[in-house]
T-cell receptor
Framework: DTEVTQTPKHLVMGMTNKKSLKCEQH?????MYWYKQKAKKPPELMFV???????INESVPSRFSPECPNSSLLNLHLHALQPEDSALYLC???????????????FGPGTRLTVL | AQSVTQLDSQVPVFEEAPVELRCNYS??????LFWYVQYPNQGLQLLLK??????LVESINGFEAEFNKSQTSFHLRKPSVHISDTAEYFC????????????FGGGTRLMVKP
């Protein structure tokens, strides 16, 4: 299995809602990533998990809360979002995220989020 | 620090014509270079990559890119484009430091016209 899957494909939520995005991979990768992509812009890194521990948080607001329950699964919990948070949220995974050798990232198809 | 510059935000081209999408990078360390393609309303797909070895890399659908260390470039080329190649193309540089991070260029929208 060489896929990264993301659910749901589309999500519409109000500013007072709580929702979660899910990402899964079964390639045995030990690093997982969340990116945010606004229309006509490149992806921006949000979080990196390495061996199920948060290793990088790119100054993301606390209304976004990542969680890595096990090495195959990565969640992004959303609460009290703003309309400007509407974007495509991409998940990626790689064999590792430590120094020495670059490990290629494999991307999922994304969740398109609309905040009303 | 690393940066990636894609010199053209849009490239219109007629079907069956050749195309070149330009990418320049700056980095003080060894680089790993990638081209990703994003079709409308879809996620990112890896098109091709340079990690080491031969400086000319090819994809299965006719694209190629050449790593030029002296010019710090990794331009993407295709000798004859199809309508189905219409998409956003992102050049990216990977770092092998902690975090295994990718730095993306701003993207180039390839628009193939009949």
């Amino acid at each position: 299995d060489t896929e990264v899957t993301q659910t749901p494909k589309h999500l519409v939520m109000g500013m007072t809602n709580k929702k979660s995005l899910k990402c899964e991979q079964h390639m045995g990768h030990r690093a997982m990533y969340w990116y945010k992509q606004k229309a006509k812009k490149p992806p921006e890194l949000m979080f990196v998990y390495s061996y199920e521990k948060l290793s990088i948080n790119e100054s993301v607001p606390s209304r976004f809360s990542p969680e890595c329950p096990n090495s195959s699964l990565l969640n992004l919990h959303l609460h009290a979002l703003q309309p400007e948070d509407s974007a495509l949220y991409l998940c990626a995974s790689s064999q590792g995220a430590s120094g020495g050798v670059y490990n290629e990232q494999f991307f999922g198809p994304g969740t398109r989020l609309t905040v009303l | 620090a690393q940066s990636v510059t894609q010199l053209d935000s849009q490239v219109p081209v007629f079907e069956e014509a050749p195309v070149e999408l330009r990418c320049n990078y700056s980095s003080s360390v060894s680089v790993y270079l990638f081209w990703y393609v994003q079709y409308p309303n879809q996620g990112l797909q890896l098109l091709l990559k340079y990690l080491s070895g031969s400086t000319l890399v090819e994809s299965i659908n006719g694209f190629e890119a050449e790593f030029n260390k002296s010019q710090t470039s990794f331009h993407l080329r295709k000798p004859s484009v199809h309508i189905s190649d219409t998409a956003e193309y992102f050049c990216a540089v990977g770092r092998n430091n902690a975090g295994n991070m990718l730095t993306f260029g701003g993207g180039t929208r390839l628009m193939v016209k009949p």
